[in-house]
C-alpha cells in the first residue's frame, strides 16, 4: 500500500510467519489431498464453534477445570514473610495434576503443525466469541473474547516448537487442523491452562491455601486478609490502567464493502485514506491511565510515550482495516453477492498472513515513524520462530484488538 501502488492483501505469494525470512512456495499444501475436502470444507469449519470455553465463568471455579502450559514457577523467596504452611493433601494433590497438565501439553497433538495452522484455528474462535454467527445474526460475547485472547500467551510453547509452513490458505490451514483437532478440544484445553499457568506461580510461593480435590473441585483462598486486599487493588489497577476508545468511525462510512468486493485485489488509494483514517482516529481517541511511567516505557520499547502511542494506533488500525473487509465480506454474502465458497475470503482477513518486513513498512508509513522506531515498539510483543524467543505478554493485547462494532455493519 504505497506509492508504487502496492495493496494490502491478506495473504501474499512470497510470506513469512513472524519473521521467517526465506520466500515460500505458498502453493503447496500443508497435508497431502486438501482439495477432496472442499465440498465440505464449511461444515468444517463450523467444528470449531462449539468451542466457546473462553467465557470466564465457563472455567470454574476450580483450577482442575483449567488445562495447559509450563507453569513458571517463582523462586521461594517469601515477599510478605508469611510462614509456610504444611503441605496438605490438598496442596500435594493439585502439584500432581500441575505435573500431569504439563506432560498432556509437551504431548498436545497441535505441536508439530505449522504456527499458522494453530493460529488460524484460534483466531477463528476468538472472532466467534467476539462477533457471534454472522450468518445466522446471533451475537457475540466481547467479554468472553477479551478472557480468550488475553490467555493465548499459553500456545506460545506450542508455536515454538512449530514448523514454519504456510499453506495455501486459511482453507488449507483450517483443513489441516480439523484433521488434527476436530472438536477443538486441544485448543481449549491449551488456551484453559493459560488461566491454570496465572494461578500456580503463587500456589507455589504459598500465598494460597488449598482445599478440595480432583472429585469435587479445587479451591484456592488467601492465607490473610492482607493478601485480598492486595489483589482486589491490583485488579483495581488494572481495570483503571487498561486502554480504552470509544466506537470508530461506523464501518458503512468507510467504504469497506467497495473494498470486500474486489478482495483479494484491492484499491490502493482508497485502502490507504481508510488506514489513514483510523490511525488518525485512534490516536486521538484510545485513552488510558499514565501508570507505567515514561522512562519504563521507554526502556521496554525503546520510545516516548507519542511514538509508542502513534504505532499503537497504527496496530488498531490495520486490525480495524482487516476486520473491516471481513466483516463487509460476511455482509455482502448474506445479499447474495458473495457465494459459500467466496466466504473464504473472508477468514484470509480474519487471519491475515503478511510478512513481518512488509507490515512494519505499513506500520511505518500509515504512523509517520521510522522503521526503526516501529521496531523497537514491536520488539516486546514479537514471537520471532527462528530465534525461539520466550513470549508471554497479554498485557498489550488491546493493541490489535478490533472494535468495530456489529452494529456498523447493519447500518449500510
Known sequence: MDEHGETLRARHRHVEPVRVEQEVDTSRHILPGRARHRVENHRRLLALEAVDCAHPDSYGNTVADASHRHVVRSDDKNVLG????????????????????DAAAENSPLTGLPARTTLVAAHHVLDGLANGNRTERTPGDPAAAESYGGRLFALAPVLQRANTELGASVEDNMNAYVDVDPHGSALKFLVGYGHFCEVMPEVHRDLYSVSGGRDTG??????????????????????????????????????????????????????????????????????????VPSAVLQEI????????????????????????????????????????????????????????????????????????????????????????????????????????????????
Open 82 to 101: 508469611l510462614e509456610p504452611a504444611r503441605l496438605a493433601v490438598p496442596k500435594e494433590d493439585l502439584l500432581e495434576l500441575e505435573e500431569e497438565l
Open 218 to 291: 479445587f479451591r484456592l483462598e488467601h492465607r490473610s486478609e492482607e493478601l485480598g486486599v492486595y489483589e482486589a487493588r491490583d485488579t483495581m489497577l488494572w481495570s483503571l490502567g487498561a486502554t480504552t476508545a470509544p466506537a470508530p468511525p461506523p464501518m458503512h462510512t468507510m467504504g469497506f464493502d467497495r473494498l470486500a468486493r474486489t478482495a483479494p485485489v484491492l484499491d490502493a488509494m482508497h485502502s490507504t485514506q481508510v488506514v489513514s483514517r483510523l490511525v488518525a482516529y485512534y490516536d486521538r481517541a484510545l485513552q488510558e491511565a499514565p501508570l
Open 301 to 412: 520499547t525503546g520510545a516516548g510515550r507519542a511514538e509508542f502511542n502513534r504505532v499503537r494506533a497504527a496496530c488498531w488500525a490495520f486490525a480495524d482495516f482487516a476486520f473491516g473487509i471481513a466483516h463487509a465480506t460476511y455482509a455482502l454474502h448474506l445479499v447474495g453477492e458473495k457465494t459459500e465458497t467466496e466466504l473464504w475470503e473472508a477468514h484470509e482477513w480474519l487471519s491475515v498472513c503478511w510478512t513481518y518486513t512488509e507490515f512494519r513498512r505499513w506500520l511505518a508509513e500509515a504512523s509517520g515513524l521510522p522503521g526503526g522506531t516501529v521496531s523497537r515498539v514491536l520488539e516486546p510483543f514479537v514471537l520471532d520462530l527462528d530465534r525461539k524467543k520466550t513470549w508471554s505478554s497479554s498485557a498489550f493485547y488491546g493493541m490489535a484488538t478490533s472494535r468495530l462494532s456489529r452494529e456498523s455493519i447493519e447500518q449500510r
